[in-house]
């Protein structure tokens, strides 16, 4: 137990580059918390801080001790939540993440079935980008996430899902509502169009597939929220270019397709590689897995 106290101290000083600060955070006094951190590096016959500057920072050797023990804290954490995993789903709780536009069109059947299926589950739903994600799956603080079958990290391991297609989306109000045959990206070209910022993995996609084919488009807005790009587009004139399956699930969306076609790209559920998988997880691999 001292141990891992010595731990979490050097953690919250490495992190506040302040003992005073530090100190309110883990509520002791910060002689205290000075003589913790004394009997870990005397213990382990090393500096692992370096107070010399006006902030306090690891020194090599701390860097190399704290990621180790970070790593320990996160299994030992893990652990702790294995003890108390309940193997019926009576009880328990599941750390979610999705990118952004998977939250238009799959966050709310799944989570209506996952609920309805396992009502004493707790469930942390959280909209973030996929590098955040994978950091925070990496992290342990989060179970899963709905993202892109590229990973990044190689500590997190994606499971493929479904083909996600991207076409051009309109409201009833425009010209192109209940268009058939798809539009060629000439034309496109002539579209006033709300866009995802750039921030968004999307928007670089369909950027790229523009640029490809020597294509500008004219982007009249640009939003970094999905649903008051819906908003815009149901109640206008203008067009955008979102998943397929958004126009699907949204009233009053229509989509139409592009020639040439945005090339396809692979929903995947991710995880961190060989975390434990508690019986919440499990089930909600289960169910996403048979989702389309």
């Given at each position: ?13 490495a ?11 883990l ?7 000075s003589?913790?951190?004394k ?6 016959a ?39 995993d ?9 750390r ?11 966050i709310?059947p799944?989570?209506e079935?996952?609920?309805t299926l ?10 973030m ?9 990496a ?20 499971q ?6 991207l ?12 268009a058939?045959?798809p ?5 496109l070209?002539?579209?006033r169009?709300?866009?995802?910022s750039s ?7 369909i950027?790229?597939?523009?640029r ?7 982007v ?8 008051a790009?819906v ?22 969306l ?10 396809h ?8 590689r060989d975390?434990y ?16």
């Amino acid at each position: 137990m001292t141990m891992l106290r010595h731990i979490r101290y050097l953690t919250a000083v490495a992190e506040h580059q302040n003992f005073t600060r530090a100190a309110e955070v883990l509520h002791i006094s910060q002689p205290t918390l000075s003589q913790q951190i004394k009997q870990l590096e005397k213990s382990l016959a090393v500096q692992l801080l370096d107070r010399s500057g006006r902030t306090v920072r690891l020194t090599d050797a701390g860097e190399t001790y704290l990621s180790y023990a970070r790593r320990a804290l996160r299994e030992l954490d893990a652990g702790t939540r294995a003890i108390h995993d309940v193997q019926d789903l009576s009880r328990g709780s599941l750390r979610l993440a999705m990118t952004p536009t998977f939250t238009a069109y799959i966050i709310g059947p799944l989570v209506e079935r996952f609920s309805t299926l396992y009502p004493g589950i707790f469930l942390s739903v959280q909209e973030m980008t996929q590098d955040r994600m994978e950091a925070a799956l990496a992290e342990d603080t989060l179970d899963l996430g709905i993202a892109f079958a590229k990973a990044r990290s190689s500590e997190v391991h994606t499971q493929a899902l479904f083909i996600e297609t991207l076409s051009l989306v309109v409201g009833s109000n425009h010209p192109s509502s209940g268009a058939q045959a798809p539009m060629d990206l000439q034309e496109l070209e002539q579209q006033r169009l709300v866009l995802l910022s750039s921030d968004f993995a999307t928007r670089r996609h369909i950027n790229l597939h523009f640029r490809d084919h020597g294509i500008a488009p004219h982007v009249a807005i640009e939003a970094d929220s999905v649903s008051a790009i819906v908003e815009i587009i149901r109640r206008g004139h203008l067009a955008t270019v979102l998943p397929e399956a958004i126009a699907r699930e949204q009233p009053g969306l229509h989509p139409v397709g592009l020639s040439p076609a945005i090339p396809h790209r692979t929903a995947a559920l991710l995880k961190r590689r060989d975390s434990y998988m508690s019986a919440a997880s499990q089930a909600f691999t289960e169910l996403v897995s048979t989702w389309s």
